[in-house]
């Protein structure tokens, strides 16, 4: 084998001398690229097709900031660097000798410095070797901390200022996507898709909660844009948060008509509208709602242990996001209790109270059976996605005080 092996190396070098050579022999000339307007009109149609696949119903909201967020970072990287025009002179017949012999020594030196011959017939222990999970994601951080940089010499750039919080929110780091988002706000002013994305990053940062400044940037939108999609969205969501679900659920019924027909968004919207309008006093249709409520003073409170089955271990990076909820057994899937960790908490263990509910009207105590579920999710959307991790006991009662072990042993399809 060892012959075989040198044997496949001399051939390599001679080929690699044989692309290397022929040209120093003559004149050439490299002309100059434009590699600024190539990465540009790539990134335009990249966006275009996104643009069709959210109008389409293929994309929610949430998923197609994330994708641009991820566009728009590689075309800044791609931009700075510089793109200069070289032009190869005459090279001398001495250096193509010199090269002949330079490369082959400089290929072996440099495998004996770091090659291994041995790898021919490799061991156990060098087939276990594997790359580290977040290598994409610590790409992404060192993309995201160079554009934080540029961002202290340019504090009037509207735009930096916009992207950066957009890339803040894809890496979940709330509190910073607000404030660059604040900044941008403060340059361009009353922009409707800046002060949505501001307020998306305020709730966030605030465990989730409407209340305050974002509410009162989704309505100053709604009075100048009537039908935006996503204001409808976070107005229904503000609304239900402070329990006025009648006026969560005219929002929301106006947003499920501009959404594209069975669409995935559209179904989403419609299974929490169910739920919402089962909490109006004379339920949705004007006669008495029919849930499986408990009395209200009736005081729930769920032990979840989670865990990670070991054959996943391997494709979950620590900084993933954890949701472990509770859901009603049948109707929307809106989680009536929820807590947010990160994967390098697991394995750990929480409670679930009617504190945690997401709205006022949809909590633990108000049904006698639930669904736990634990979700694993690389994007940290509150949306489930195809190829989340996810655990699941299909029922539960509320009246249950016993520790309830959930292991994440599934996908999401």
């Known amino acids: 084998m060892i012959w075989l092996f040198w044997l496949s190396v001399s051939l390599l070098i001679l080929l690699a001398l044989a692309f290397i050579l022929p040209p120093l022999w003559r004149v050439h000339r490299v002309a100059d690229a434009d590699m600024d307007a190539r990465n540009i009109a790539i990134a335009k149609t990249r966006l275009a097709e996104l643009k069709e696949q959210l109008s389409g119903g293929m994309l929610s909201p949430a998923q197609y900031e994330a994708q641009r967020t991820e566009l728009e970072l590689a075309l ?27 490369v082959p020594l400089g290929a072996l030196a440099l495998y004996a410095g770091l090659g291994t011959y041995q790898a021919i017939s490799p061991t156990p222990d060098m087939l276990g070797a ?26 009037n750039d509207a735009e930096g200022w916009t992207m950066l919080g957009k890339s803040y929110k ?9 404030d660059a988002f604040g900044k941008a706000y403060a340059l361009l002013g009353e922009q409707p898709e800046i002060m949505l994305s501001y307020a998306d990053a305020l709730a966030f940062a605030n465990g989730e909660q409407m ?7 989704v309505f100053k939108v709604l009075a100048r844009e009537p039908d935006n999609i996503n204001a409808l969205w976070y107005g229904g969501m503000a609304k239900a948060q402070a329990g006025d679900a009648a006026e969560g659920v005219r929002l929301w019924r106006k947003l499920l008509a501009l959404l594209p027909p069975n669409s995935q968004s559209q179904q989403e919207v419609q299974a929490l509208l169910g739920k919402l309008e089962a909490t109006l006093p004379n339920g949705p249709a004007g006669t ?11 005081a729930v409170a769920l032990t979840v242990q989670a865990s990670l089955a070991p054959e996943f271990k391997s494709a979950v990076s620590p900084s993933d996001t954890v949701f472990i909820y509770a859901q009603a057994i049948t109707g929307g899937r809106m989680p009536l209790a929820i807590v947010r960790k990160s994967a390098a908490d697991l394995p750990l263990t929480v409670t679930l109270t009617d504190e945690q509910a997401m709205m006022p009207n949809m909590k633990l105590s108000n ?10 999710s690389k994007s940290g959307n509150a949306m489930a996605q195809p190829g989340d991790l996810l655990g699941t006991i299909e029922s539960v009662s509320t009246t249950d005080k016993t520790p309830h072990t959930l292991v994440i042993n599934g996908s999401v399809k």
């Open 170 to 178: 894809y890496l979940q780091q709330y509190p910073k996507a607000a």
């Open 367 to 376: 049904f006698s059976e639930v669904k736990l579920l634990a979700r694993l």
């Open 211 to 217: 209340a305050g400044k974002p509410a009162e940037l």
């Open 288 to 298: 008495p709602a029919t849930t499986s409520a408990k009395p209200a003073a009736s």
């Open 130 to 155: 594997s790359q580290p999970a977040s290598a994409k994601l610590d790409e992404i951080n060192k993309m995201v901390d160079k554009l934080a940089k540029r961002m202290e010499s340019h504090p």
């Open 76 to 102: 800044s990287d791609d931009l700075d660097i510089a793109q200069t025009a070289n032009t190869a002179a005459s090279q001398g017949r001495w250096l193509a000798y010199l090269l002949a012999v330079l």
